[in-house]
């Protein structure tokens, strides 16, 4: 049997169906969680968040105009509702929305950019768990908002504007913050794999 | 002309994104191509660019999803909520 389209499925929750209810989280679940993930950074809050999200989804559908694909308004929620848990656990606004060049590990990735001869390839010689591990563990010193671009773009495929769509941004924002992440990146992955920061 | 006439090297790492989406103008698109042309450290860093987003697109491409336990938790979680589904028709009477 062919599997409906998202959009159908959203018809048929409109019309109170239950079971099309169930079938969407089976299928939207996997990506919501991945971004509450990278954003809230453990795996309980980012359970919660997708629990909330589907329930206000469901509580919304009928809300819910045709204009949109449904899982851009369901990243919008997740991303609504991870940002509402973050501000309850820190004051300072520039960890959920601050500019990534006001980062620490922006300014040291400056001198970095300044000294590397990018001929080198250093991934070829690093394995997935590692590029992971570099990976997370800069996101996690980035303000919410580009990891949330950098995981829409660049992890989960979304193009620049489905994601400024999800995230309430312009279409440029999300190109600069991307490109400020992918660049934070290089640095990152040179200064923690190379002894010499790739110094020419 | 110099390189220096036609944009330097931050500048041009600036537009990266923007020139690889094909997003720039045309003539900002010549000027930097001849930046490229004469600037052997923008050109290798273009080309790092490039191959550092693949990496990253293919590691989110191959990222395990996460537990199927999880997705029963949320659906447990709805049906205490908002009610379960009903149970599937049984045609076969």
């Known amino acids: 049997m062919a599997q409906d389209s998202n ?25 919501l969680y991945r971004l509450a993930r990278r954003l ?14 589907f329930l206000a989804a469901y509580e919304g559908m009928a809300r819910f105009g045709d204009r949109a694909a449904v899982t851009t308004w369901l990243y919008a929620i997740a991303y609504n509702k991870a940002v509402d848990r973050l501000k309850q656990r820190t004051a300072d606004a520039w960890l959920i929305t601050g500019e990534l060049e006001e980062a620490e590990v922006w300014r040291r990735s400056a001198t970095v950019h300044d000294l590397t001869d990018w001929r080198a390839d250093p991934e070829q010689n690093l394995v997935r768990e590692q590029l992971q591990g570099i990976l997370d563990a800069t996101l996690a010193q980035v303000p919410a908002v580009s990891r949330a671009v950098f995981e829409l773009r660049d992890q989960q495929g979304l193009s620049s504007r489905e994601a400024a769509e999800a995230l309430g941004l312009s279409e440029g924002a999300v190109r600069v913050r991307l490109h400020r992440v992918r660049q934070l990146l290089m640095a990152e992955v040179r200064r923690l794999t190379d002894p010499d920061g790739g110094e020419r | 002309m ?13 537009f990266l994104l923007d020139h690889l989406e094909g997003r720039i103008p045309l003539r900002q698109r010549l000027l930097f191509r001849l ?4 600037c052997p450290p923008c050109r290798r860093y273009l080309a790092r660019y ?17 537990p199927p336990e999880l997705v029963e938790l949320t659906l447990k979680y709805l049906s205490t909520r908002i009610g379960p589904p009903p149970p599937p028709r049984d045609d076969s009477s």
């Not at chain 1, 109170?16 to 169930?22: I, L, Q, S």
């Open chain 2, 35 to 38: 930046h490229l042309l004469l």
């Open chain 2, 50 to 66: 490039r191959a550092e987003a693949a990496h990253w697109q293919a590691l989110g491409r191959a990222a395990e999803p996460p």
């Open chain 1, 7 to 31: 959009a159908e499925l959203v018809r048929r929750v409109k019309a109170g169906d239950r079971a099309a209810f169930d079938e969407l989280v089976r299928r939207c679940h996997g990506r």
């Open chain 2, 2 to 14: 110099t390189v220096s006439a036609l944009y330097d090297c931050a500048e041009v790492r600036t």
């Open chain 1, 40 to 53: 809230l950074g453990n795996v309980d809050d980012a359970q919660e968040v997708v629990q909330e999200t």
